[in-house]
């Protein structure tokens, strides 16, 4: 009799463990599940030439705080292996708003004049334009860098024919290209605030004494290069204030492309001696202030927990050697170059995503990301199909974000340096098809014509195995060939619900 007795209570175990275990599957499945059906608020925050190693979380070596990016990757995923497609930005920020790789553009190498036409073509789907199909307000505010109207050279007197507005967003606040490149005006939706009818003489970069390299050119006689970045953060606040009423029913999108810690480097007074590397580690620390004034903004509104916040880089850090002896600070990490190269120091990028309601926090993630990855992430998030001609070299990465043990689907992507140099990643190899940087400081290799490293085991590209892997390296340089010569790259998503 004790034996049936405790039979029937092992199966009355096995039956709860069962219901136990289902429970759990289930709840494995609910993050994404209930993520699809619902529209958070949504803020894709661009930083400008900051580096892998600026951010403590990254780099406990670092030094510049930066508490409120640290926060914020407490509070959600923070991802390891991400890229922006480009070494400097303008095709990195084309990518990120098309999902396409910008050398397939007109583009091949370097970066738009600030009076360049616009680079996105008229018809072409942005991030913004999902987003906008799906019922969401759309905003932009800060430095725009992707050219403005359709003539060789803009005309700065009239209302532009293309730009932000043009291509999926409601409302746009900046300046037209970096903020060291003329002229030197505020934008709003499709004209400029106040004409360029000054003059403002070259600047001199900080490096050599001055306060702040700039082009000479035309500027708009009340531009001050100083108080843009806390500008662009105090729009940023108000365009959340703003839309918080109507965010139940009409979520936003707001892209955010920072000026800092770009060039040049202008710390605000509170700044000044905030860090341990320089002017621009000062400017780094304004620019995490700026992003704690934007937490608390949105945590004000009650719209914390529901907004879906992005933070990361459109390339490495502009970071010399003597500025490493000089002040003891890696910008890029242990990483091999900086920006414009075509080492990892120029492309590989921080990349934080939180979602307090829905992704779970101090995540670390390792999946192989491209910033050209968020057409197809954000088409997923908000139940989107597009067509062949959208989001060519984009792969959705939702499940990273939100299924505790999820990965990107992604297994290769290309990089390409300010000249024009290609590299293809492939699980842990990387190839590059020329000798050298590919970038500002172009080193050359006189022992080799093109680089393979295998970065599971050296990261720091110093073990050129060209000749060691060869069938590696032509199995990627035929990849690489493959994908150059096809319009697209990623699988077409399936019709969502």
């Keep these: 009799m004790a034996f049936h007795k405790t039979r029937y209570a092992i ?24 993520a699809l059906n619902e529209r958070p608020n949504v803020i894709v925050i661009l930083a400008d030439d900051l580096g892998y190693g600026d951010i403590q979380a990254y780099s406990s070596k670092s030094k510049i705080p930066t508490p409120n990016l ?15 497609p480009s070494s400097v930005c303008t095709p990195s920020r084309y990518g990120l708003l098309t999902g396409r790789y910008a050398w397939r553009t007109s583009l091949k190498k370097g970066v738009l004049q600030g009076n360049s036409p616009s680079l996105i073509t008229k018809g072409r789907q942005t991030i913004a334009s999902l987003f906008k199909k799906a019922g969401y307000t759309t905003g932009a505010i800060g430095k725009w860098h992707l050219g403005l109207g359709d003539a060789a050279e803009t005309d700065f007197s009239k209302p532009f024919s293309s730009g932000p507005t043009t291509v999926g967003f409601d409302y746009f606040f900046g300046i037209p290209a970096s903020l060291d490149m ?7 939706n499709d004209r400029v605030t106040e004409a360029p009818t000054a003059y403002i003489e070259e600047g001199v970069h900080r490096r050599d004494g001055g306060q702040g390299y700039w082009q000479a050119g035309a ?5 001050k290069h100083g108080s843009v ?3 662009i953060a105090d729009r940023a606040v108000d365009f959340i204030r703003q839309n918080a009423a109507s965010s139940a029913d009409n979520p936003f999108f707001l892209y955010l492309p920072l000026t800092a810690p770009h060039k040049p480097w202008m710390p605000s007074e509170a700044a000044l001696d905030k860090s341990g590397a320089g002017p621009y580690g000062d400017f780094v620390v304004d620019l995490d202030t700026h992003l704690g004034q934007i937490i608390a903004a949105l945590k004000a509104s009650g719209l914390y927990d529901d907004t879906l916040i992005v933070f990361t880089s459109d390339n490495g850090s502009r970071w010399e050697d003597f500025e490493i002896e000089q002040y003891e600070h890696l910008a890029n990490g242990s990483l ?9 120091g120029g492309h590989r990028v921080p990349l934080i995503v939180s979602w307090p309601a829905r992704i779970e926090a101090g995540k670390t993630n390792d999946s192989l990301i491209s910033l050209t990855d968020f057409f197809a992430t954000f088409a997923e998030l908000t139940h989107q199909s597009y067509g062949l001609d959208s989001g060519e070299d984009s792969i959705s990465f939702l499940a990273a974000l939100l299924q505790p043990s999820g990965k990107s689907d992604r297994s290769d992507l290309i990089m390409h340096s300010s000249q024009g140099v290609f590299a293809i990643r492939r699980q842990g190899w990387k190839f590059i098809e020329k000798a050298g940087s590919g970038g500002y400081l172009w080193e050359e290799d006189a022992t080799a014509t093109k680089q393979l490293y295998d970065l599971d085991h050296d990261v720091d590209e110093s073990e050129n195995l060209i000749t060691e892997r060869s069938q590696i390296a032509s199995e990627l340089q035929e990849a690489l060939n493959s994908q150059r ?3 697209r790259s990623a699988p077409m998503p399936e019709t969502t619900k």
């Design 485 to 487: 010569s096809k319009s």
């Design 219 to 223: 500027i708009a006689p009340s531009f």
């Design 336 to 344: 091999r170059g900086q920006k414009t190269e075509i080492w990892e």
């Design 70 to 84: 640290d926060a914020l990757a407490l509070s959600g995923v923070r991802f390891t292996d991400a890229h922006s």
């Design 11 to 34: 199966q009355i175990l096995c039956i709860i463990c069962l219901g136990l275990t289902s429970a759990c599957s289930a709840n494995q499945e609910n993050p994404l599940d209930h």
């Design 182 to 188: 003329a002229p030197f005006v505020y934008i709003e």
């Design 229 to 231: 970045a806390q500008t």
